[in-house]
């Protein structure tokens, strides 16, 4: 029978780069890369150095699974309380018969440290495994808007000069009706003054922590700072970027979105730069809606941008963005769970704040 | 804690339902639709409905039902 052992590198030990084990498949190598560790210890929720950073599951001395775990917080009511969150689940195929994905799923659900867990942005796969678990399954249907024809013949198969003659074609139909959309949006905003900055106002606070609902996790300026000078995976189009949207000079809300750079091999797209809306408020809905937010984002991300990705509950929203060539594509899943069981009422999806940019989502 | 009330539980697992007899002596990998997602259902099901915290190595180690079903009324 096989030898399995589950343990945890911590923080500590991986700052002092204590650990040593046997990774072929480049495992633990997956958490040591230089944006990632950027990215874990400059967390404003790091707090204690002692706790777990990374999972692994070795399998007779081999590490063959991992997951990574950070600390965010969440508000439920009034009450602001740590919360486990995590990333990169994975189990190397040559594995998968031994179900370690197990052990790595419950290690931090069974840890009495962690009262609140909070997990996002999965496969297919990784969300049958927190379903499994018993953890709350949020999903938001997620939408998205082509903004190069090349892509949606790329997902149906054309490549070569085939490809490049439709793309001809069907950017002759696209494009100016993007035109038309992205101008219409210029005139809606006209009374916008609308600024990209480096620097997240610690005035969103107000608007990200006091929006209605009853249980979100903390977004505020301090977190959303540290999401915005950080993502895990270098490549010159990657991109986070912030806008802030003032009427006559005074914050109305804000928006973020993430540029990134991927191949879809199972779609047979190449150099696709997808741009997500990851997060966004607004303190005069009437005045600045999240259709208004996905407009503008269309409006304001790069020229490069082959789909823009949106993900919304809010039906209102879902029906309004078809008009602006916006179509259903999918969901993003979202998953909690309350190990306090004192939280009845986190089970409702429509009393949580939720956003695309949840847990590490904008990381990735 | 009864055996049949646990095989009961058990069977809710799995998405369709077995075709087989299942019995305490059944080899539950052997159950058409036996995966680690059913694996992590049912150590989330016991922990919930025996307040019983099974490890993966006692689900690895444990071949039947019944083993199963031992296992978890040791700890309870």
Redesign the interface.
């Known amino acids: 029978m096989a030898d399995i052992v589950t343990t945890s590198v911590s923080y500590k030990e991986c700052k002092n780069n204590i650990f040593r084990g046997y990774d072929p498949f480049g495992i633990y190598a997956y958490t040591q890369t230089e944006e990632r560790l950027k990215a874990f210890f400059s967390n404003p929720n790091l707090e204690d150095y002692d706790s777990p950073m990374v999972n692994l599951s070795i399998v007779d001395g081999v590490i063959a699974g991992r997951s990574m775990a950070f600390s965010t917080k969440v508000k439920f009511y009034d009450t602001i309380l740590p919360c486990t969150t995590g990333s990169s689940l994975e189990v190397n195929n040559g594995y998968r018969q031994f179900d370690i994905g197990v052990d790595l799923v419950l290690k931090p659900v069974r840890d009495k440290n962690n009262k609140q867990l909070l997990y996002a942005d999965f496969s297919k796969e990784g969300i049958g495994m927190y379903r499994a678990a018993r953890f709350n399954v949020f999903q938001l249907p997620v939408m998205m808007q082509a903004r190069k024809i090349d892509v949606l013949l790329q997902i149906i198969g054309l490549n070569g000069w085939l490809l490049r003659f439709l793309s001809f074609l069907g950017s002759l139909i696209l494009n100016p009706l993007l035109f038309f959309i992205d101008k219409r949006t210029s005139r809606k905003a006209k009374k916008l003054i609308i600024e990209e900055t480096k620097i997240v106002p610690d005035w969103v606070d107000d608007i990200t922590l006091n929006d209605g609902h009853d249980f979100m996790e903390v977004h505020d300026h301090k977190w959303l700072q540290w999401c915005l000078d950080n993502m895990f995976h270098y490549h010159p189009d990657n991109k986070n970027r912030f806008f802030i949207v003032k009427r006559e000079e005074k914050p109305l809300g804000f928006f973020m979105i993430k540029e990134r750079h991927t191949d879809i091999e199972t779609r047979n797209i190449k150099d696709l730069v997808m741009t997500t809306v990851v997060e966004w408020g607004s303190n005069d809905l009437e005045a600045f809606d999240e259709v208004l937010v996905n407009r503008l984002s269309s409006l304001y991300c790069s020229k490069k941008t082959g789909i823009l990705r949106v993900a919304t509950d809010d039906s209102t929203t879902l029906y309004k963005c078809k008009r602006y060539l916006f179509f259903r594509h999918g969901f993003h899943y979202i998953v909690h769970k309350d190990n306090t069981k004192q939280y009845k009422g986190s089970k409702d999806q429509s009393l949580w704040r939720l956003r695309f940019g949840y847990s590490d989502s904008i990381f990735n | 804690m009864e055996i049949k009330q646990f095989i009961e539980n058990f069977i809710e697992l799995f998405d369709d339902e077995p075709t087989c007899e299942v019995t305490s002596e059944t080899v539950f990998r052997d159950i058409d639709g036996w995966c ?6 049912f ?2 099901m016991v ?2 409905e025996y307040d019983v ?1 099974l490890t ?2 006692e ?3 444990a071949n039947t039902i019944g083993d199963l079903f031992n296992t978890v009324s040791s700890k309870v």
């Open positions: 680690s997602i059913v694996a992590l259902s150590m989330s922990d919930e915290q993966a190595d689900m690895r180690k």
